[in-house]
């Protein structure tokens, strides 16, 4: 088989709407910064948001995964990257996650210790829609079925996942405020 590579510059291809809304929201922070934080405090906010909005999207571009025969190789965007060999694989599965934005698919390994690892620009979303993300998903799944002893693979148990939503957090948030005036008035 041939050794396969996804990458995230094939995938994340910012639009001109991306732009706009970022050169938006850009304006709209100077505006409501411009007035307390004055020229010099803006500038340092716009240009820390600029900052971070980069090296989001650099490291978006520069992660990539890689599947061969020493195994699943997975690059966040720094340095080399990290190869999970197929001995330490237990299952490969697929991620649903929906919010607001939509629903993303993302493929992703269990490793022997119970960790989970996404596998970066191997993912289908709304956002980023990928036509063939069940036909490069299934190409990982036969690497890993001619690479592993059937006996090797175990499907992990189901996990609750504990989501943080914003409710949950106003909600938290408000019996914390209570709880604190509440004692701060005795």
């Excluded at 600029?50 to 995964?65: I, Q, Y």
């Excluded at 965007?77 to 190869?83: A, L, T």
Aim: net charge positive; glycine share 10%; hydrophobic share 45%.
């Amino acid at each position: 088989m041939d050794e396969l590579c996804f990458r995230g510059k094939d995938r994340f291809r910012p639009s001109w709407l991306h732009f706009a809304v970022l050169g938006l929201g850009l304006v709209v922070e100077g505006a409501l910064t411009f007035s307390r934080l004055g020229v010099v405090g803006s500038c340092v906010l716009l240009g820390g948001t600029a900052l971070l909005v980069g090296l989001g999207n650099a490291l978006a571009f520069r992660s990539w995964t890689s599947v061969g025969a020493a195994g699943i190789t997975i690059c966040r965007g720094i340095g080399r990257g990290r190869v999970h060999p197929w001995r330490e694989i237990r299952w490969i599965d697929v991620r649903e996650t929906k919010s607001q934005y939509g629903r993303v698919l993302a493929a992703r390994i269990t490793l022997a210790n119970g960790r989970r690892r996404s596998l970066p620009a191997l993912q289908h979303s709304d956002r980023y829609p990928d036509p063939d993300f069940q036909a490069d998903f299934q190409r990982v799944l036969n690497w890993w079925e001619s690479s592993t002893d059937p006996a090797a693979r175990s499907r992990p148990p189901e996990r609750v996942r504990k989501q943080a939503t914003p409710q949950m957090i106003g909600l938290v948030l408000g019996v914390l405020i209570t709880v604190i005036v509440v004692l701060g008035v005795r």
